[in-house]
């Protein structure tokens, strides 16, 4: 399985400024994706890094808020812009491993950043 | 609308008993995947489902793909401290992306 790490573990941020998270995985890998798992919630998808273009977004997350770089196959940075209380959580990064028959298309998480905005 | 309900979304139980958390859907997937996730860390991936009727152990959890790959049941037996954490269920569609249920959080008392 892939390794991921995610720096910085854990980060308190004022309101209006901006944080970017790292995403580094020990293996090439195709698909990598964000989250956010707001607290005590299950996890919602941001979006999709896909390396050589634009971040594929889903509903409720737009580029300006949350701008996505995915330069090479193995790293992928998350940005969260003008930050205010609601973006409060935890951003983790996935990765999706081709797998065998048995456990195809299998997703890995990193341990995630816990960010809390004042 | 949640794809995936998990239920319960809470239970506390105490050391040595036997538990059952269900993932329902009226949707099929092609796979199924269980997740727990302890505080300050990311979810850690405990087994991939991907027929139906099937059946996985690991140790004493024992997960349960429905015939129809409609749903999914996590049972743990003889449940232990260790145990605590937050277990999330997660299905695919295809190659759609992976779509998760709200999160059984799960506390084993001593």
């Known amino acids: 399985s892939a390794v991921i790490s995610q720096k910085p573990s854990r980060d308190i941020c004022q309101r209006g400024t901006s944080l970017t998270i790292q995403c580094q995985v020990d293996?090439?890998?195709?698909?990598m994706f964000w989250y956010r798992q707001q607290p005590g919630q299950s996890l919602t998808l941001i979006a999709t890094a896909n390396q050589g273009s634009e971040a594929t977004y889903e509903s409720g997350f737009v580029i300006d808020k949350f701008p996505i770089s995915r330069p090479n196959l193995t790293f992928s940075t998350l940005t969260v812009s003008n930050m205010s209380p609601e973006d409060s959580s935890i951003y983790l990064c996935?990765?999706?491993?081709?797998?065998?028959?048995?456990?195809?298309?299998?997703?890995?998480f990193g341990p995630g950043t816990r960010l809390t905005v004042l | 609308t949640q794809l995936l309900e998990q239920s319960p979304q809470f239970l506390s139980i105490q050391e040595g008993e036997n538990l059952t958390v269900y993932c329902n859907s009226s949707s099929v997937f092609s796979s199924l995947q269980w997740y727990r996730q302890e505080p300050g860390e990311g979810p850690v991936l405990l087994v991939t489902?991907?027929?139906?009727?099937e059946v996985k152990k690991l140790k004493r959890l024992t997960f349960q793909f429905g015939d129809a790959r409609k749903d999914s049941s996590l049972h743990i037996t003889a449940a232990q401290p260790g145990d605590t954490g937050l277990y999330l269920c997660a299905g695919r569609q295809g190659a759609q992306k992976l779509v998760f249920g709200q999160g059984t959080r799960l506390t084993i008392n001593p």
């Open positions: 293996s090439q890998v195709t698909m």
């Open positions: 996935s990765v999706e491993d081709p797998g065998t028959r048995e456990d195809p298309d299998t997703q890995y």
């Open positions: 489902v991907v027929t139906g009727g």
